[in-house]
């Protein structure tokens, strides 16, 4: 295979994970052993504590590839808003207006880790619509100060 793609299949409490070409040639053939791996070994499997998989084998039906979807970036906006939580708020960092790039500069001293812009902003906007911080500004231009 030239250029390949990774499938993740999540079955119940199990995954199942196959690399394929962008023509997606081999699909069949990996659900296929899916299947068989589910049929063959499900006592193996049961013993391991997946209980939903009987629930899948008693219905079985083609396995999509839209089924396998993913929201990008969530968890990275989730992690900038508990870093702002635990470091930048108790500090008091927001005691004067801060734009997200002021923001982003100051979480990046802080924890060493760098974020895109984006995604403190969202982050910021998420604390803003919880009441932990305000804002002041228009859009593209807002500012954020604790309350």
């Known amino acids: 295979m030239e250029k390949e793609i990774l499938i993740g299949v999540q079955l119940g409490n199990l995954t199942f994970t196959f690399k394929t070409d962008y023509a997606g040639s081999n699909i069949k053939v990996a659900t296929k052993a899916i299947r068989d791996i589910l049929s ?28 396998v979807k993913r929201h990008a970036g969530k968890a990275e906006t989730s992690l900038v808003t508990r870093k702002l939580q635990e470091t930048l708020i108790p500090k008091g960092y927001f005691t004067n207006a801060r734009t997200t790039g002021d923001v982003n500069t100051e979480l990046k001293k802080e924890t060493g880790i760098s974020f895109t812009s984006r995604k403190v902003s969202q982050a910021l906007g998420g604390l803003f619509k919880k009441g932990v911080l305000s804002r002041v500004g228009s859009k593209g ?7």
Do not use: C, H, W
């Not at 499997?45 to 590839?65: H, N, T, Y």
């Not at 231009?141 to 604790?146: L, T």
């Open 40 to 67: 063959n070994d499900s006592a193996s499997l049961r013993a391991l504590g997946s209980q939903k998989f009987v629930q899948i084998m008693k219905a079985p039906e083609p396995i999509p590839l839209t089924s």
């Open 141 to 147: 231009g807002f500012q954020y100060v604790q309350q």
